[in-house]
């Protein structure tokens, strides 16, 4: 019931400011997301539980965001646990990486796009099966992350907007939050 109705005014305040920033011409034409708004949709996404060639199997939790504005990009710190027949037990570690963000207009997401793994750790994992997962790194994270969504825009905040012929467009990255911009729907 709490989640509803946070939710719900998730999704209330991002309609009042689409619509807010779609009804004045020549006033602000963009949207701020907050970083705890972001975390707060991420963290129904996870956790998630990724096969390695059929040889160990990664969990990995809900990641910790920031925000990165000097590179127009959010970083994410995730635990993540390998485990599996290769393995023969269960090893604790983390993954960094950074990510840019991109807007899908077919179902209306924000979603992660260019993934750059930073680190890949695992504490007490056999050097042979360290160098393996490390090897393995950037593509288990695109395989993990790559177009994950972080927030669900529905249709209906972007209603007054849309009739307005505007869409989100551009996104920026601030100290304060993602900042979508509003731009002119392209004419069929």
Do not use: H
Request: charged share 20%.
């Amino acid at each position: 019931m709490r989640r509803s109705r946070r939710r719900w005014l998730l999704g209330a305040a991002l309609g009042l400011a689409l619509a807010g920033s779609g009804c004045t011409p020549s006033g602000p034409r963009s949207v701020t997301l907050s970083l705890d708004q972001m975390q707060e949709k991420l963290a129904t996404r996870f956790p998630r539980r990724y096969p390695v060639a059929g040889l160990a199997e990664l969990n990995l939790q809900t990641p910790r965001l920031s925000l990165r504005p000097e590179r127009n990009r959010l970083n994410a710190v995730m635990a993540v646990e390998a485990s599996g027949p290769a393995l023969r037990r269960t090893y604790s570690g983390s993954m960094d990486v950074d990510f840019a963000l991109r807007f899908e207009p077919s179902d209306q997401t924000v979603r992660a796009t260019e993934l750059e793994v930073l680190a890949l750790q695992f504490e007490g994992l056999p050097a042979k099966a360290s160098t393996l997962l490390t090897g393995l790194g950037p593509a288990l994270a695109q395989q993990a992350l790559r177009e994950v969504v972080l927030v669900q825009v529905r249709p209906r905040d972007l209603a007054l907007a849309d009739s307005l012929g505007l869409q989100p467009g551009r996104m920026t990255v601030t100290p304060q939050g993602l900042v979508i911009e509003l731009a002119p729907r392209p004419q069929p």
